[in-house]
């Protein structure tokens, strides 16, 4: 097996503690990329996603846009039904972008 890089094993990492104390929550999911962030919460025992938010045609600064997906996808979560989810950071570092979008997601009503 080929050896990981430093992104990938922090990503495991995360997933498998997420594993271990998520219970039946779904998963807040981010995923960054340069020009854009997307979150998506996903219902891992179903496999299927219950609500999404991109930044993709937002206009404004990249914490602007990020802090616009956290409310959008925490308003579609309690459309959805969900209040309670386990934060994926995946391999991204929690600061910049992530953070904007984890902080707007729990003032819009998310739980985690």
């Known amino acids: 097996m080929a050896k990981l890089n430093l992104f990938d ?3 495991r990492r995360v997933r498998t ?4 104390r998520s ?3 779904p998963r807040l999911s981010v995923h960054r990329t340069g020009r854009h962030i997307y979150a998506q919460i996903i219902d891992d025992s179903q496999g299927r996603t219950l609500a999404a938010a991109n930044t993709l045609g937002a206009k404004g600064t990249d914490m602007e846009a990020a802090t616009r997906v956290g ?3 925490a308003e579609k979560a309690k459309a959805a039904g969900v209040t ?3 934060f994926d950071r995946g391999g991204f570092l929690f ?3 992530v953070k904007a979008l984890a902080e707007a997601a729990r003032e819009g ?3 985690f």
């Open 9 to 11: 094993r922090r990503k």
């Open 17 to 20: 503690s997420l594993r271990a």
């Open 23 to 25: 219970g039946s929550r």
């Open 71 to 73: 409310q959008q996808l």
């Open 84 to 86: 309670a989810v386990v």
């Open 95 to 97: 600061h910049g972008r």
């Open 109 to 111: 009503g998310l739980e």
